[in-house]
């Protein structure tokens, strides 16, 4: 109630007229009333009243927060957030060492950026994890919906085609070996349909389409409150070319940030982006690193380097709270991301692929 | 969309003209401000700037489909959604051909075939949908000089002797075929630009450049220092006028 005027999220014209009129704290503002307030400050009873309801508001918000309720500050104990963290589920890759150095998978309430080189697999592990996010409970899934915003085109809907019906396959797979009752419920509603209209799509043109569409993600979350995934893929490519500015791009970039975090936190849901790597020149050798700049580093909390070594594709955890730096090598199949088979497993007479389903799930069936 | 005038984007019109006193007209100049410098230009609260922010973002963010939709509208037309080249073991790697919609690059050492490919494809973007083409018009630009009318005629003439069995055919076809020579950088992005039109008036469905990479080395050479942003800037801008196109008109690029 002592709040000071300046502080108000009124109009900064109304607030100098305030100023200028002598008011200094809120309280003062309720006791003059709208009438009153009118006389002196000379604008209409009807922008009064308005005003005073904006400051009755903020005030009712200030006294329920330090009451301790909830509201945009949150206070729990660490013990609360561990309890938090352990329920909290993973959203698989299908490739389980790529999981493991993750610590189980991309995390929810995060965001995890993803680097790399064009055409080492990037969009891949995004339609990957647009999928997987819908993988049912029973499953050891999240059982949510993913909004994929695409800057780039690289959208190809037959490769989802391709990447869900295996996964289809594969938990049909588990559901025949295990014979339990909510496998069977839970394959009634995860069928290709089911999966692909659950994958929100949104195609951004260049960055003020991809601003535009951020601001409206809260509502849309609101809406649809099953999304669990949000995928930005390509958040380099509208803000590379044309951009004279480059202070302006820093700032738009931090927005665009943070929003993504309070969108990741509000709506427990995790944010994957995709980055573009440029070249820095140093004083003897160039070394690919990850566009946008230093800033933008730090948008991340997890960073994901996906890179060539020779013929054979490496994923390094660049940057993460909790797990250790480390590279696995992974594959990309024609059922999508999966691991590197060791040696010791034949291949098919063809030479075809090699099926590597069984692998990496036998791990997620002891539990 | 986002040169979009704030007129357009439902604002009252009070509004848009305190905003044009900043200079401020187009959807991009309002979002690229912050919250607080909203506020200062509008002259209105927090909360009335917040919906301000939706009104306008509602008026240039793109629309939602679900991949469902996509797959729909794609296995409605299925021959809609790839170009077939015609070799088959090609087209099973690729999926059923060159895809609708979308860019695809061909890159070889000299002399592999790339032009003499791309001469064929045209030719196949001329036959009727039965015959496995598209039936329309090709925009061929050309940076190389390397386009031979004479071969288009032979390649066509030996490929579909069933099909173009007289001149009054082959003729028809060779005026379906738009070539363009262009020998800088900068007429190239004209001519991407001015593409849109002609695709439309012309009913084209397959546009061909032969080549990027040619033009662009002769005009920057990468050791001398300020190129390199220059060179990538055009790629780039060149890339989206042609991503766009591809996808807006869903044809192969």
């Given at each position: ?228 995934l949000v995928v930005i893929d390509g958040i380099a490519f509208p803000f590379r070319h044309d951009f004279e500015d480059l202070s302006l791009r820093t700032r738009l970039l931090n927005g665009l940030a943070q929003q993504l975090i309070i969108i990741a936190n509000d709506h427990k849901a995790a944010v994957v982006l995709t980055n573009q790597m440029t070249t820095r020149i140093g004083q003897s050798q160039s070394t690919l690193v990850p566009a946008l700049g230093e800033s933008w580093g730090h948008a991340a909390t997890v960073r994901l380097i996906l890179h060539w070594d020779n013929s054979q594709r490496l994923a390094t955890l660049y940057k993460s709270p909790s797990q250790k730096e480390s590279t696995i090598a992974y594959h990309i199949t024609c059922h999508g991301f999966r691991d590197v088979q ?26 | ?253």
């Amino acid at each position: 109630m002592q709040r000071e005027v300046g502080t108000l999220p009124l109009a900064p014209a109304l607030r100098a007229r305030l100023a200028a009129a002598g008011f200094q704290t809120a309280q003062e503002l309720l006791d003059t009333g709208p009438c009153g307030l009118s006389k002196e400050i000379g604008i209409s009873r009807e922008e009064a009243l308005e005003a005073l309801q904006v400051v009755r508001q903020e005030c009712q918000g200030d006294a329920a927060r330090t009451a301790g309720g909830s509201g945009a500050t949150r206070k729990c104990t660490a013990l609360e957030l561990l309890e938090e963290e352990q329920t909290q589920g993973f959203i698989i890759t299908f490739c389980s060492a790529l999981d493991n150095i993750l610590g189980g998978g991309v995390q929810l309430t995060k965001i995890t950026e993803i680097c790399g080189a064009p055409g080492v697999g990037k969009t891949q592990l995004c339609m990957q994890l647009a999928v997987d996010v819908q993988i049912p409970e029973c499953f050891g899934g999240v059982a949510g919906e993913a909004v994929f915003i695409d800057t780039e085109g690289s959208f190809m809907v037959d490769r989802v085609v391709d990447i869900a019906a295996a996964c289809v396959q594969h938990c049909h797979l588990i559901a025949e070996a295990q014979q339990e009752e909510d496998h069977r419920k839970a394959l009634e509603t995860f069928s290709l349909e089911d999966i692909l209209s659950h994958i929100y799509y949104f195609r951004c043109r260049d960055y003020t389409e991809l601003l535009a569409q951020v601001y409206l993600l809260p509502e849309f979350l609101s809406e649809h409150s099953k999304v669990r995934l949000v995928v930005i893929d390509g958040i380099a490519f509208p803000f590379r070319h044309d951009f004279e500015d480059l202070s302006l791009r820093t700032r738009l970039l931090n927005g665009l940030a943070q929003q993504l975090i309070i969108i990741a936190n509000d709506h427990k849901a995790a944010v994957v982006l995709t980055n573009q790597m440029t070249t820095r020149i140093g004083q003897s050798q160039s070394t690919l690193v990850p566009a946008l700049g230093e800033s933008w580093g730090h948008a991340a909390t997890v960073r994901l380097i996906l890179h060539w070594d020779n013929s054979q594709r490496l994923a390094t955890l660049y940057k993460s709270p909790s797990q250790k730096e480390s590279t696995i090598a992974y594959h990309i199949t024609c059922h999508g991301f999966r691991d590197v088979q060791p040696p010791a497993v034949t291949h098919c007479p063809e030479g075809a692929e090699p099926n590597p389903r069984k692998r990496p799930r036998t791990e997620e069936e002891k539990q | 969309m986002a040169a979009k005038k704030l007129r357009r984007a439902q604002l009252s019109q009070e509004m848009c003209e305190r905003l044009s006193r900043y200079q401020i007209t187009t959807c991009q100049d309002f979002l690229c401000l912050s919250l607080l410098e909203l506020m200062k230009v509008t002259g209105q609260s927090y909360y009335e700037v917040q919906k301000l922010l939706c009104k306008v973002s509602r008026a240039c963010a793109p629309t939602m489909q679900t991949a469902y939709e996509m797959k729909l509208r794609k296995s409605v037309n299925p021959s809609s959604a790839f170009l077939s080249t015609t070799l088959h073991s090609l087209d099973r790697v690729l999926h059923g051909g060159v895809p609708c919609g979308s860019l695809t690059e061909i890159t070889s050492p000299p002399g592999c075939g790339k032009t003499q490919f791309c001469i064929m494809l045209s030719v196949l973007a001329t036959l009727p949908v039965s015959m496995g083409g598209l039936d329309a018009a090709v925009i061929y630009i050309d940076t190389e000089s390397a386009f031979s009318a004479e071969r288009l005629i032979e390649i066509a003439a030996n490929r579909f002797p069933a099909y173009f069995d007289s001149d009054e055919k082959l003729l028809c076809m060779t005026r379906s075929i738009h070539l363009y020579r262009e020998l800088t950088c900068c007429s190239v992005l004209k001519r991407i630009m001015s593409l849109e039109e002609e695709i439309i008036s012309k009913k084209v469905k397959l546009i061909i450049i032969d080549s990027v990479a040619s033009v662009v080395r002769k005009e920057f050479d990468t050791k001398l220092q300020g190129n390199l942003a220059e060179r990538s800037n055009f790629l780039t801008r060149g890339a989206s006028v042609l991503k766009y196109l591809a996808e807006e008109f869903s044809i192969p690029v």
